[in-house]
């Protein structure tokens, strides 16, 4: 049974670079038709995808986010990791890892987010 | 970016009823919707992919539908489990995407 869990501080200074890293098991990071992604959740709030990221080092970011954030991948820890640089009050969120499984559709891409970790909460605050 | 838009944004309903959730893209999205649900303290569980096919493991009572900018969640018979928030997700774009902003289900 692949699981994935999330780990890192649990609290971030303002100005300061948010650091994650993201560990599965029972499986491999390298399968094809995956790419690994990290969603976050304010307080209270919503769901909002960060980015993405393919065994290769293949990657895609949210727009609003990208010029701050870089994801990268370990495969020969079996990792993928989020880096998110100077953090406000607003990056304050549980952060999500997850599973993109994709597939061909009659030629067109489909994709969903299939497993997903239990969430770490990161506190901006000094 | 595509902006993803539910309805309504909290619902009251009673064990045993029909519910509808409502998605609407700003653009169309062909059948690339994919439906979650999230409990309190839990990371959010994939329901439908595709606009309307039902992952596995998960109750038939649960239903998609829609095509294009207009899609539907429906539960057909609520069941105690089933208060939580209700997310959408448009896959349109490749392996980037957004959420609506999700839909609170709430016990009457």
């Known amino acids: 049974q692949l699981q994935l869990q999330e780990s890192g501080p649990g609290l971030v200074k303002p100005s300061e670079t948010l650091s994650l890293t993201c560990t599965v098991s029972?499986?491999?990071?390298?399968?094809?038709?995956?790419?690994w992604g990290w969603i976050r959740q304010p307080p209270g709030k919503g769901l909002e995808w960060i980015g993405s990221i393919y065994y290769s080092g293949s990657t895609y970011y949210n727009p609003s986010l990208k010029s701050r954030v870089t994801i990268s991948v370990d495969t020969s820890k079996n990792q993928f990791s989020l880096k998110l640089s100077s953090v406000t009050a607003a990056d304050t969120a549980v952060y999500y890892c997850?599973?993109?499984?994709?597939?061909?559709?009659?030629?067109?891409?489909?994709?969903?987010?299939?497993?997903w970790g239990r969430g770490t909460l990161v506190t901006v605050s000094s | 970016d595509i902006q993803m838009t539910q309805s309504p944004s909290s619902l009251s309903a009673s064990v045993g009823d029909r519910v509808t959730i409502t998605c609407r893209a700003s653009?169309?999205?062909?059948?690339?919707l994919n439906w979650y649900q999230q409990k309190p303290g839990k990371a959010p569980k994939l329901l439908i992919y595709?606009?309307?096919s039902l992952q596995s493991g998960v109750p038939s009572r649960f239903s998609g539908s829609g095509s294009g900018t207009d899609f539907t969640l429906t539960i057909s018979s609520l069941q105690p489990e089933d208060f939580a928030t209700y997310y959408c997700?448009?896959?349109?774009?490749?392996?980037?995407?957004?959420f609506g902003q999700g839909t609170k289900l709430e016990i009457k």
């Open positions: 595709a606009a309307s």
């Open positions: 029972g499986g491999s990071i390298s399968s094809s038709s995956y790419y």
């Open positions: 997700q448009q896959s349109y774009s490749t392996f980037s995407c957004t």
């Open positions: 653009q169309s999205i062909s059948s690339y």
């Open positions: 997850a599973r993109l499984y994709y597939y061909d559709s009659s030629g067109y891409l489909n994709w969903y987010f299939d497993l």
